[in-house]
RNA sequence: GGUGCGGUAGUUCAGCUUGGUUAGAAUACGUGCCUGUCACGCACGGGGUCGCGGGUUCGAGUCCCGUCCGCACCGCCA
């Protein structure tokens, strides 16, 4: 037996008994003929005490010990003259009697606590050792207990949980493929999926109506901080259901895992929003509604004042930063080069100043009165004390740069509180976007998400504005302004699917070769069916208030999608490359 | 594919604007002292390919060019 108890269980209760405890040692302090350890593992910390008046041996035991080190310790629970309340076990010690060394250590290359001296770069080298950091670990666990809560929740309302093959068929729409040569068959390759899509519909044909899987999924392109190429969702498949079942289904979800998992209550529906208003007022498909500060379109105020900036825009558009009028002239230009940077695309910035004192001060003062000026206030609500900002240009284009701005304001008003949660279900998008390079349309969402069923006459139209204005039934799950999940009713007609395919421009022989098989699944039985994936490793990093993903992953990628620890993807050697390509695609003589 | 920031002891950084003696700090590490520490304290010590390559110069950590790596973002992510 190499320990009785674990780091992080023992109380005063236990005082007098003889215990083994095992971990790693997070610190030695020396003080002479009395020496401190503070043992570590995954539950906590025990402090052990050598007390050379009490054993004449043990501080050359502990003389040996460095950090890191793995180490068996015996010895007798104790009250400690000096309590520390910022631990757990902070009120015993263990008086030693005994301390084995199972395994030395190298000294780490950084600090193994809270707040690390070591930089990402190389804590991602040595990720097992960062691993053992509490902040890690915290989110590690969290993790474990949100998977462990879908799995409970979805079992409960019948859900069955299904695995689905990761070799399959590459299909080149959309997001880039990871593939995988086949030995056996030369020349060809798998591809690992972007998600289950197809597998979790033909479950449905199969008859499975409700499916969920935790599943891992892969997509080949640029990462970020809430992007890996390999990465989590919490899939899911239902039948015989419309819209508004899938919306309850996994509203409840995610209302168990908050109520669960954070202890956070949501007795109100969650709220939702079209798509046409979360571009319209926030300026995005997925609208961080944790503050207001909604955009508004003030292009016929605006226009016709002989100012030709506004006169030649598409769209003016404004919001009401509240209580900013005192904002200097310093923090409005460092604003206006804000908004002129690239990754927003604004050309300039407009402000209007409220003073408390109903003055009213602006950047355009030459080309509106105030009494313009106070009209243009008054519509969009603003009064003394604030601060409109104007942008103006192309629509679409300027809606995201406001919408960026919004964001921009929220944080540095302090109004994007990590611990708030503001959850909305965005609806209605539309079914397909026109690409202007390749001269044809995309599905927003996927090829397997059906039209709305009031729009079917625009979709069977061959009028590129028709086809432009038909809505998608699908759905966005959105927290705090990340989209975290997203779904729709599917088509289960394979006429409609056929069609879908013709709209995409696939000639009949390529969508067969392409999706042939569910095209022919269809044809047997196909109940109406629709579901939803949660970006299950954005949802944990938002539960757990950070940016990145990175640290609720255990072994993540870095920025170029390169595993530093294992120093992967990296070269194969001859014979894999020989029996994998060359063999085949060689000319063989 | 693009933009920005960064790369200097094991680690985190300062030094670079304005080139010039032996490149500093903190922390970690080592040695010694220390009986109530818990970021222990005190003293001493070891520790550097200034990412790499080239250029300018009498002289480059510092200036210029290229390149590699890291982070954030844009494009991309059906």
Redesign the pocket.
Known sequence: MYRSHTCGELRIADAGKEVTLAGWVQ?V??????N?I?LRDRYGIT?L?A???ENKEINAMVEKL??EFVIQARGVVTE?????S??AT?DI?IKLLEVKILNAAA?P???IEDNT??????R?QYRYLDLRRNPLKKALELRHKMAHEVRNYLSNVGFMEIETPYLIKS?P????DFVVPSRMNPGDFYALP??P?TFKQLLMVAGYDRYFQIVRCF?D???????QPEFTQIDCEMSFVEREDILNTFEGLAKSLFKNVLGKEFPEAFPRMSYADAMEYYGSDKPDIRFNMKMNNITAQMQGKNFSVFDAAEYIGAIVVPGCAEYTRKQLDELTEWVKR??VGAKGLVYIKLGPDGSIKSSIDKFYTPQELKAVADKIGATGGDLIFILSGDKKKMQGALGTLRLEMGNRLGLRDNSVFAPLWVCDFPLL?WDDETQRF??????FTAPKPEDMGKFFSNKKEDLEQVNANAYDFVLNGTEVGGGSIRIHDSKIQERMFEVLGFSKEDADYRFGFIINAFKYGAPPHGGLAFGFDRFCSLFGGQ??I?DYIAFPK???G?D?MLDAPSGIDQIQMDELFLKSIAPVK
Do not use: C, W
Not at 29 to 34: A, N
């Open positions: 610190r302090r020396k003080m002479g003929s009395l401190f503070d402090q005490v007390n050379e008046d460095g950090r400690r003259q000096s309590k520390n910022k631990i902070g010690e000294t290359p950084f600090t001296d070591g930089g990402e770069d190389i991602a299909t729409e959309g997001a880039r972007q998600s899509q997509r392109e640029d990462l970020r901080a809430d992007r690239p990754q976007e995309y599905a927003m969402h996927h090829p940016e990145t990175r870095n920025n170029n390169r530093v």
